[in-house]
């Protein structure tokens, strides 16, 4: 039961497939102020606090049934010798809550969820993520002024029964003040996402709907260049019926929803 209430949240987050692809964020931009200081090897350290609500259907007929997930750790940015960083999320409790009754409370005692390669700007070199550490820590791809904004096209992968489509869309990020946090100077960045765009070809047969929206707010030091706190909230919905009358049919039906609050705080910088 453990094993598959924890794969149904990886499975909500990595929606369908393991990666988020930021369309125009592929290049180390040096001028950007938005970026880590990821000039020498160091720690960031921050506590992690993760809430879902999540309901979940296998069968058309039946009802979505409903668990409320609570997953609290830290969340490390190990900067390396080469300039990029490894993110590392260390979770210390994981804890299933149906309607209201403590159904399990989990101490991961297993290997910490490394992500490798993470650049000065935000993004991954890799598609072998999570999905959801591209929201954590959203930074524009340029220079804004107050009240500007910064429309960066995003893609996530759809495993539509085997075939892989593409679910497009746009995270908005607008620098909308500044606010000192415990004496440090902070901007504070909104962010809007929106990914829901998907055409399906008309040689799959069957209903198949995803999106995940959502928005954040970010405090980003921009005199030290790492992040004090961010607060995200993502909103992610799947639907898959191949199902048919015919005999001997071989469809599924899936049908997926969650809603995922997010609080990062920071806590240290250690060598």
Not at 6 to 16: N, P
Not at 153 to 163: K, Q, R, T
Not at 220 to 242: E, L, P, R, S
Request: with cysteine.
């Amino acid at each position: 039961m453990r094993k598959k209430l924890f794969g149904l949240v990886i499975f909500m987050f990595g929606f369908c497939s393991n990666e988020i692809v930021y369309a125009q964020q592929n290049s180390l931009q040096t001028e950007n102020e938005f970026q880590w200081d990821f000039s020498s090897p160091k720690k960031y350290v921050y506590s992690y606090l993760q809430e879902a609500s999540n309901s979940v259907s296998f069968n058309k007929n039946d009802s979505l049934s409903e668990s409320l997930v609570s997953v609290k750790g830290n969340l490390n940015i190990r900067v390396k010798e080469n300039h990029m960083a490894d993110l590392i999320l260390e979770t210390q409790m994981f804890t299933l809550d149906q309607k209201g009754q403590v159904v399990d409370t989990i101490n991961n005692t297993e290997a910490a969820n490394v992500i490798q390669n993470m650049k000065p700007n935000g993004t991954f070199g890799n598609s072998n993520h999570n999905p959801k550490f591209d929201l954590i820590f959203s930074l524009p791809s340029k220079n804004l002024k107050i009240g500007e904004k910064d429309k960066i096209p995003m893609e996530m992968p759809f495993n539509a029964n085997g075939s892989i489509l593409s679910i497009k869309g746009y995270n908005t990020i607008e620098f909308v003040g500044i606010q000192t946090i415990e004496n440090i100077e902070c901007a504070v960045l909104k962010s809007t996402f929106n990914i829901s765009d998907l055409e399906i070809p008309e040689e799959l047969n069957g209903i198949y709907e995803g999106s995940t929206i959502g928005n954040g707010t970010y405090f980003f030091d921009m005199k030290n260049h790492y992040f004090i706190g961010a607060d995200i909230q993502i909103k992610t919905k799947i639907k898959m019926d191949t199902e048919s009358d015919k005999e001997n049919d071989m469809g599924m039906f899936a049908h997926m929803q969650s809603v995922t609050n997010i609080k990062v705080d920071f806590i240290t910088i250690n060598p």
